[in-house]
């Protein structure tokens, strides 16, 4: 008996795997629809609802549509809304949210959409429109990042402005769909909401999150080079403090090395030779505070060189040079050097009084 049964194994196996392929080819019901029958479930025979329940989830879905179609969006959106409420575990929820969504779209309802579009994608992961309404979410963050306004006050007054709603549904964007196209755009939209709105440091979080997750896409050169923009846009002059000098610096080197070919490669070795620079020219302003302040000549050796080192071939470090001569003469009570094309101060000649 045991022998039988264990020659039955397999066979029992292949059925149940086939029954279970019928099931779910059964479950992946699309909802139809077509002007002369209404809707319909086609693919499958598994709605969510039976009977009476069943036959008033479909005749409300019918009578949205029917008002969609006769252009009263108003009571199609909460015809809609209705279905989604009281039959979310139905085939007729996801299609109810969706076609809310896009009616709410077309009447400029921006928030109110995105709302229904997120509900669809958290409540439905697994339908065919996934692609397409993160695509939908995308497009609502960019028009609003950009200044779109909402539906009409009253029907007299615009609507807002939302650009910090914008920089939200970008996050949205990216935490529904990581690994999609839109990811890495949504990023520098987040990056370029923030610096819109002056949140420099979320810019560049931003940025440095572009490049780290996304460092493969085309849009990494942007990345590169617009986060060494806004370090650079951060500096404040050589008399203050060159962390985003140094930071900036890197950046463009990073770009230069890792894309020598690109188009802005010229925008980056301008914006790398200011901020070298700026950094040497720090240098020189401590190194000119030692030398002629305190006449602390080893303080002043030490900056000097640093300017040098900071960009040995530039018209700064010539500057610093010639101060770093001027140090060594100092020290060694020695005439200080002229400084080049002006002619040597002779010594004065000592004068005696005769009384």
């Known amino acids: 008996m045991r022998f039988v049964f264990a020659r039955r194994r397999p066979a029992l196996l292949c059925l149940l795997i086939s029954v279970l392929g019928f099931l779910a080819a059964t479950a992946r019901a699309d909802l139809v629809w077509s002007a002369s029958t209404g809707w319909r479930v086609e693919g499958g025979a598994l709605a969510g609802l039976a009977g ?12 949205a549509r029917s008002s969609e179609e006769a252009g009263s969006s108003g009571s199609a959106i909460r015809g809609y809304q209705s279905i989604a409420k009281k039959y979310p575990n139905s085939i007729y929820a996801p ?26 994608l958290g409540r439905y992961p697994n339908t065919r429109r996934f692609n397409e309404i993160v695509g939908e979410q995308y497009r609502i963050a960019a028009a609003l990042l950009d200044g779109a306004r909402g539906r009409m006050l009253f029907g007299l007054l615009p609507g807002f402005r939302q650009r910090d709603k914008a920089i939200e549904y970008f996050e949205t964007v990216i935490a ?10 949504a990023l520098m939209n987040v990056a370029r909401g923030h610096q819109r709105l002056g949140n420099v440091e979320n810019s560049i979080d931003a940025l440095d999150r572009m ?35 140094k930071e900036s610096i890197t950046y463009f080197t990073d770009f230069m090395l890792l894309f020598p070919s690109d188009t802005n490669i010229s925008a ?18 401590m190194a000119d505070f030692y ?10 050796r030490v900056f000097y060189n640093e300017a040098i080192t900071a960009y040995p071939e530039s018209a700064i470090a010539q500057k610093a040079k010639a101060r770093l001569a001027e140090v060594e003469a100092k020290a060694a009570g020695q005439p200080v050097p002229p400084k080049p094309g002006e002619p040597a101060v002779a010594p004065k000649k000592k004068r005696f009084l005769f009384f």
């Open 211 to 245: 490049i780290n997750n996304y460092s493969q896409t085309l849009l990494a050169p942007d990345a590169y080079l617009k986060l060494a923009q806004t370090h650079a846009s951060l500096v404040d002059g050589p008399y203050y403090d060159q962390g985003a000098t």
């Open 176 to 185: 529904n769909a990581p690994y999609s196209d839109y990811a890495p755009l």
């Open 291 to 300: 030398f002629y302040k305190r006449s602390n000549f080893k303080a002043a």
């Open 268 to 285: 980056a070795e301008k914006g790398l030779d200011g901020m070298k620079t700026m950094l040497a020219e720090s240098k020189i302003r």
């Open 95 to 120: 299609e109810a949210l969706y076609r809310s969504a896009k009616l709410r779209l077309a009447r400029k309802e921006y928030t109110k959409a995105f709302d229904d579009f997120q509900q669809v």
């Open 52 to 63: 009476a329940e069943g036959r008033n989830a479909l005749d409300q879905m019918n009578r």
